[in-house]
């Protein structure tokens, strides 16, 4: 049968447990796992209703675009079962602007395909948020930082860009956090970070490196993921992969410094770049014309619709760094309490680093909180 929802058309197939909404595309989804199960109800607002399921085993949703010929069947999410019958956001279509829903699910973070010591697989549990589309641009920075300085705010960096459609870059953990405070202040939602663990003074400004700052996890407003959340996102729902669409990595895919196997005895396997060098489209034959930044959205998005989840800049995220992932609980983590050496984490992987640091994996060298560099960025993510 076919019922007509908010000018989407949601096609029902109970026996295979398919589901079709037609809005840009079409998209099919199914369950499987270690038990057969029923989707018995796709409802408006995104949400599945499924039955059938061993309460507390993992099952995955996958997608397709198409049920003709080969259909070719793409992990999208992993969900515990809550009971025989369950209930999950799987898509949104209400959308704040520029940003996507990534799903609530559990993910496996980290990997064991390149020896990480510091990236020790575990099973964590993120709720649903959503998440920036692209990076933070140059343009988008500047309209909130006017806003910002003249509401009381004050910048250590004013934030670089090589083109105002380019990442804005050379801005510190300590200048993200309040940009997305005045974010969440001039679209009338409430700041996610203060100064103070009653939440009452909204952290707009202070980067002393010592500043302590506190989140409001229970406000709306905008903030950076959490390092769970950013893997999570960047995985696109995938499993075991080394990038966001695969374990192999290339110029048309990300922009990042080639170091292929092919050329160098110490480069990758999996760099499939064709020189020793950066990025050639955005370097413009490396003659100075620093930064090779690339505009935002340049590359494929990954399954959940992100772009440049690898390579470009650098994204800032919440969390202290430490190991091993998973603190203080692998539901919802948001890291240490602290950081014996004083560092944020950054993930995604830079224009100018081998492809090593692209990976969904990799923690990259995390850097104090007051340092920035051409290579940082951000995007900002909301929970529901």
């Not at 949601?10 to 026996?15: P, R, S, W």
């Not at 989707?39 to 049920?67: E, K, M, N």
């Not at 060298?365 to 920035?372: G, K």
């Amino acid at each position: 049968m076919k019922t007509k929802l908010n000018a989407l058309f949601i096609g029902l197939a109970l026996l295979a447990g398919v589901y079709q909404a037609t809005a840009q595309a079409a998209q099919f989804f199914r369950i499987v796992g270690p038990t057969a199960v029923t989707i018995t109800a796709f409802r408006a607002d995104g949400t599945l209703v499924w039955s059938g399921a061993t309460p507390g085993a993992t099952y995955t949703v996958q997608i397709s675009t198409t049920l003709a010929g080969g259909v070719n069947w793409v992990d999208y999410d992993q969900l515990v079962a809550g009971g025989s019958v369950s209930t999950n956001l799987i898509v949104s279509f209400n959308l704040p602007a520029g940003m996507t829903l990534i799903p609530a699910g559990v993910f496996t973070m980290g990997d064991t395909l390149d020896g990480e010591n510091d990236a020790i697989p575990i099973n964590v549990t993120v709720s649903a948020f959503y998440m920036d589309v692209n990076l933070v641009s140059l343009s988008q920075w500047q309209g909130v930082y006017s806003y910002a300085t003249s509401h009381g705010y004050s910048f250590v960096n004013a934030g670089m860009g090589k083109a105002v459609n380019h990442p804005v870059q050379t801005v510190d953990w300590y200048d993200c956090v309040k940009w997305c405070n005045a974010r969440s202040q001039q679209a009338g939602l409430t700041p996610v970070y203060y100064t103070d663990a009653g939440f009452t003074r909204v952290f707009t400004n202070g980067d002393s490196g010592t500043t302590a700052v506190y989140a409001n996890w229970r406000t709306n407003g905008y903030r950076l993921p959490t390092e769970a959340e950013w893997e999570k996102a960047a995985r696109g729902g995938l499993i075991g992969q080394r990038f966001p669409w695969g374990n192999t990595i290339s110029w048309s895919q990300a922009n990042y410094s080639g170091d292929p196997l092919s050329l160098d005895p110490y480069g990758f396997a999996y760099d499939l770049s064709t020189a020793i060098d950066y990025d050639p489209a955005f370097s413009g034959g490396d003659k100075g014309n620093y930064p090779y930044t690339s505009p935002v959205g340049s590359f494929p998005a990954n399954g959940y619709g992100l772009y440049d989840m690898a390579g470009n800049v650098l994204e800032w995220c919440w969390d202290w760094y430490g190991t091993p992932y998973g603190q203080p609980t692998t539901t919802n983590p948001t890291g240490p309490a602290s950081s014996l050496e004083n560092l944020r984490v950054l993930r995604g992987g830079p224009w100018d680093n081998h492809a090593t640091f692209a990976r969904s994996a990799s923690r990259y060298d995390d850097d104090f909180p007051n340092a920035a560099n051409y290579g940082y960025g951000f995007r900002c993510v909301r929970g529901l």
